[in-house]
């Protein structure tokens, strides 16, 4: 099959409504009868809930509702669940509104419904909530200190789980016999996820079908429906429509099944009138789950001959007050299985401590487990190297795994399919000029200034996933996906996805693919998602899953379509279907290319079916529905060049560069699109974001004047490139790249910052390197020289 | 983002804006908007009405009045920003406004909407006090002239006092000064975490910080370290040191009050590197 389309760096065919602000968002929407709800928010972290006097809101003109958790409750709506349970896992009820006790700043109180946004802000005001305010517990280790404040009482040492993999006496040993071991004590700092559009759900019931549509900002419309109908409300399957419309941006935040969203939904039914809620940006600062937020002791041990011979991790990951749909798997599934990265290490063990604290929750944000993997692991190896006395990137390439040993067995449980990482490595190096580098850092260090190289290897686990694998691993979902491509008697086609596009440029991707595999016009081709009336059932889009294993269905439904037409083809050219070769976008028999049809004739003949195989079903569609074998395993090599300001402390970024293996690229303006998003969302982990609670648990920097989000100043000009180790298990041989600039990126920006701080002795520093953090850890060390 | 319910009413000349405020007593003066808007909408702030002056055009406008730079409180910072008067006159305005936010808020942002509200973390304050500028008041009973070094007295309190409006910004031509803006930006918010301005008019130094302190304020230890001193690297590392002492100082999660000390002196040296040209 020529390809016309895959691999072209084709625009967006998404751009010019996003662009001119012609998107239909889900804020956008306004329905007749239309009512909106503001949240009454708990300003404190933890407080008993005494009483809740609406009386004052209830009067205020064009309020229509004020709902509480206990309505609620008696209304016979159950608490939201997790999605993925581990043995032993404590789920305390989740409600939308809470009834008993405030357990984070942000914990939903009471809801009012009212004529307008504006009215019911107002009368949020009037609600009177008689609170108690209670001692909280914001940062994990304290969580699990003796006497610590219970998130939930039937859970009063806040443990929610534990989790370990690999074989523990077996990495003891190899610590015992080591040559030489490196220990650190890490905090993974907690993220914001910030999507440029804030949570919006807007709920429609009919009174006279007894049917709800949902329209919100979603990356799984499915697993909303799948959740609201059988947990949590009870409405039958069929009769909730889910709809995620343009979405504008997720990083895993849109996930989770929300409160808000049983929220609209109860209110429609209740008063039998459409009701809207949209997230003020600072209610997404406490309600979007968080991400990271590790306390984590990593070590590394090492033979004489400077191969890793064994990491041992242990690990406090933050839970906040609530398990949103898929908080159990980030911190374990997601990261422990990853800590071999890309090297050989024969002994692993991960240890996981998961307390409840009162803060936001905290669930997957871009990465999900492996950043949090890919930077310990990584600062591990850079310190590991430092300890040796040999360069970082030779320490690396002793280690990595050589290209003849995959598919390869790690320690911990994954199989790599496939990989090539010293070529890969390699191919950074050179683009770089990584030994001309060093002697210009060696160079500049004599002219006082500070020049840090950061150069990292890594891997991810991505295309979620065996069904039947994760579902061992506590997963309460199925990970497969579903496709259905239509054509129509033009010979138009419809692909509908059961994943979901808010930002990744699905549209045009899969439709580049599509086009080639019926060889037809891309503008042909137009992909339906985020609907589950229009929709086969699919699981949505998380975890770099989208191509690898949405569009594998897509590819697979397209070929059943392929085939056929051939049989289609053969009758109307009087062949053996075995015969007919597509080519040049016609079916034509095998050396007579004058015996031919093209794909609108056999459109048009399989919806008339006036001339047709006695045999054949009429019509032109294809489901396929596909569970893939394995995860995909791309990975590649990331280095950031950076210079610190002694005086100030303030890091800037001076080069980055990536090379990335993600297969096959389809459409190299989106995946070099996805690194350099992921690359800057890293880069803010590394150099610039975090929420930072207080003892108490208020959030102190909750919006944009506190926290910081990486702008264009921020990057630079970012040096980019592929190696194509092809997955060997899918059609198209793709891997996902949603995710790896992030992965990537964390690690590289703080190995640099660290190599840049050397010279000051400074061996680590916890992210973010926020100016006075560097400053001081200088300042601290000239203190000290001058003292000696 | 919802605020509170308020009357919006749009003022044509300063006498129309001055009789509003009279009408409306618990009104707020709207110029750019960019500070008042979010407080409101944070439901920190809730005046009964909005008096909107940003188009007055008798604020508007850079001018020259002999050896004196005439400046409308409602010029925004772009023009302040691209104002070739100020240029040739008074680079230092056009250098520091351009480290204001970005494009938007200087399309909108006003000098005097931002003096006014006295930020201690807004840029101009400090380019204010060292160049010694008056700031002029018209209130129900006449207009006054204040001196910079007297306009700011608190954390967003200044010497303008009920029913008075910020007009106009007097800056003195010092022709051949040398001056310069060097800012710490907070990540975040891009204000300023310090901002230092140095005018430097023959023997005779200037010198101004933002950002450190409840309120701009002169350096009066940098000042005297180098009047009357030439402009060398040594003489500049030398008398920037210690400028401040951190007890008073601002302090939040971006800079702490010991930080935000040394910062003092870090941004002064840079400043007064940039005026001597060195």
């Not at chain 1, 529905?625 to 990331?638: A, E, L, R, S, W």
């Not at chain 2, 008074?90 to 930020?119: E, F, N």
Request: hydrophobic share 40%; glycine share 8%; proline share 6%.
């Amino acid at each position: 099959m020529a390809n016309k389309f895959f691999g072209k760096a084709m625009k967006r065919v998404e751009d010019p409504r996003f662009i001119t602000g012609t998107g239909n968002y889900t804020d956008d929407m306004s329905l007749p009868g239309m009512a909106e709800a503001a949240m009454v928010r708990s300003p404190y972290a933890h407080a008993h809930i005494k009483k809740i006097d609406a009386s004052r809101a209830l009067t205020y003109p064009g309020v229509l509702a004020v709902i509480t958790g206990q309505e609620m409750k008696d209304a016979g709506i159950n608490g939201i669940p997790t999605g993925w349970l581990h043995p032993g896992i404590k789920t305390p009820p989740h409600y939308a509104i809470t009834i008993d006790k405030a357990r984070h700043v942000g914990d939903i109180v009471a809801a009012v419904i009212a004529e307008s946004r504006q009215i019911a802000e107002d009368a949020a005001q009037l609600v009177e909530v008689d609170y108690e305010p209670l001692p909280a517990v914001a940062l994990g280790s304290d969580a699990l200190k003796p006497g610590a404040p219970a998130v939930h009482d039937d859970v009063p040492d806040n443990v929610c789980f534990t989790w370990s993999i690999g074989d523990k006496a077996a990495v003891d040993a190899a610590f015992a016999s080591a040559y030489k071991t490196v220990k650190l004590n890490l905090r993974n700092n907690r993220l914001v996820p910030n999507a440029m559009e804030p949570r919006a759900s807007l709920a429609q019931y009919l009174k006279a079908s007894d049917e709800y549509t949902l329209w919100t900002t979603s990356q799984n419309p499915h697993i909303h429906r799948l959740l609201i109908a059988a947990f949590i409300m009870g409405i039958p399957e069929h009769k909730l429509r889910v709809i995620a419309p343009d979405v504008g941006g997720g990083f895993g935040s849109k996930i989770y099944q929300y409160p808000e969203e049983i929220i609209v939904l109860y209110a429609a039914k209740k008063l039998n009138r459409p009701v809207k809620w949209t997230a003020r940006r600072s209610e997404s600062f406490v309600t979007d789950s968080h991400g990271r937020d590790h306390e984590t002791v990593a070590e590394m041990a090492v033979d004489q001959n400077g191969k890793i011979t064994a990491v041992r991790v242990d690990t406090i990951a933050n839970m906040g007050a609530y398990l949103t749909t898929f908080a159990p798997a980030v911190p374990t599934y997601l990261y422990g299985c990853l800590l071999a990265g890309t090297y050989t290490t024969p002994h692993i063990y991960c240890h996981v401590t998961a307390p409840f604290t009162h803060t936001t929750p905290v669930d997957a944000y871009r990465g999900a487990g492996r950043p949090e993997a890919t930077y310990l692991l990584e600062r591990l190896v850079d310190v590991m190297a430092h300890e040796l006395g040999m360069d970082p990137v030779e320490f690396r390439r002793k280690n990595l795994i050589p290209p003849d040993a995959f598919p390869y067995q790690t320690p911990v449980a994954l199989q790599y399919d496939s990989g090539n990482y010293e070529a890969n490595l390699d191919k950074a190096l050179e683009m770089v000029g990584y030994q001309d580098l060093r002697r210009q850092q060696a160079e500049l260090r004599k002219q006082g200034r500070y020049i840090g190289i950061g150069a990292i290897t890594f891997i991810e686990a991505c295309g979620l996933a065996p069904s039947a694998l994760v579902g061992s691993l506590g997963a309460q979902a199925g990970q497969w996906e579903s496709a259905l491509v239509r054509v129509m008697p033009t010979g138009k086609v419809e692909v509908f996805t059961g994943t979901h596009s808010h930002g990744q440029g699905h549209e045009t991707a899969f439709a580049q693919v599509v086009a080639d595999e019926l060889q037809i016009p891309v503008e042909d081709v137009v992909l339906v998602h985020g609907d589950t009336g229009r929709m086969p059932y699919g699981w949505g889009s998380y975890g770099s899953r989208s191509a690898p294993t949405g569009l594998s269905a897509i590819v697979l439904a397209t070929r059943k379509i392929t085939d056929k037409a051939k049989k289609i083809a053969a009758h109307l050219l009087e062949a053996s279907p075995d015969d007919i070769v597509h080519e040049d976008g016609k079916f034509m028999v095998k050396g007579v290319p004058d015996k031919a049809k093209t794909f609108f004739d056999i459109a048009l003949m399989a919806h008339l079916a006036h001339n047709y195989p006695a045999d054949l079903e009429p019509g032109l569609e294809a489901t396929h529905f596909y569970d893939p074998k394995n995860f995909v395993y791309p990975f590649g090599t990331h280095i950031a060049v950076v210079e610190v300001d002694p005086d100030t402390g303030k890091v800037k970024l001076l080069r980055y560069l990536s090379v990335d293996d993600c297969g096959p690229v389809i459409n190299p303006l989106i995946a070099d699109g996805q690194v350099h998003g992921g690359i800057a969302q890293g880069l803010g982990q590394a150099l610039l974001e975090e929420a930072v609670y207080d003892k108490e648990g208020q959030i102190l920097s909750g919006n944009f004047l506190e926290y910081t989000l990486p702008r264009a100043d921020d990057m630079v000009q970012i040096e980019h490139d592929h190696t194509v180790t092809p997955c060997p298990h899918n059609p198209l041989g793709i891997k996902g790249i949603g995710e790896a600039g992030t992965i990537a990126s964390t690690a590289a920006v703080a190995n640099a910052v660290m190599d840049a701080l050397r010279p000051f002795g400074i061996v680590h520093l916890d992210m973010p390197y926020t100016p006075e953090k560097v400053w001081r850890a200088i300042h601290g060390s000239r203190l000290a020289q001058a003292a000696d | 983002m919802y605020t509170s319910e308020f009357a919006y009413k749009k003022a044509n000349s300063v006498a129309e804006a001055l009789s509003l405020l009279q009408q409306h007593p618990d009104a707020k003066l709207l110029a750019g908007g960019h500070s008042l808007i979010p407080t409101m909408k944070l439901r920190l702030a809730a005046p009964s009405a909005l008096i909107d002056i940003s188009k007055v055009a008798e604020l508007r406008g850079v001018r020259k009045e002999n050896d004196t730079l005439v400046i409308g409180a409602m010029t925004t910072y772009h023009e302040l920003e691209t104002s070739n008067l100020l240029k040739a006159h008074c680079p230092l305005l056009p250098q520091a406004v351009y480290l204001i936010g970005d494009p938007m808020v200087r399309a909108k942002g006003t000098i005097g909407g931002s003096l006014a509200h006295a930020d201690p973390a807004a840029d101009l304050p400090a380019s204010m006090l060292a160049l010694g500028a008056k700031i002029k008041a018209q209130g129900p009973n006449g207009t006054r002239v204040i001196e910079a070094d007297d306009f700011f007295t608190g954390m967003f309190s200044t010497a303008l006092q009920e029913g008075e409006i910020l007009t106009e910004i007097h800056i003195p031509i010092l022709e051949g000064a040398k001056m310069a803006y060097a800012k710490f930006p907070h990540p975040a918010s891009r204000y300023a975490v310090v901002g230092v301005a140095v005018v430097v008019d023959g023997g005779n130094v200037r010198a101004a910080v933002t950002g450190a302190g409840e309120h701009a304020m002169r350096l009066g230890k940098l000042e005297q370290a180098l009047s009357g001193q030439p402009l060398t690297t040594a003489n500049i590392a030398a008398a920037c040191q210690g400028l401040l002492s951190p007890g008073n100082l601002n302090h939040d999660l971006a800079a702490s009050r010991e930080y935000r000390a040394h910062l003092v002196d870090v941004m002064a040296k840079r400043a007064l590197m940039q005026a001597a040209g060195l």
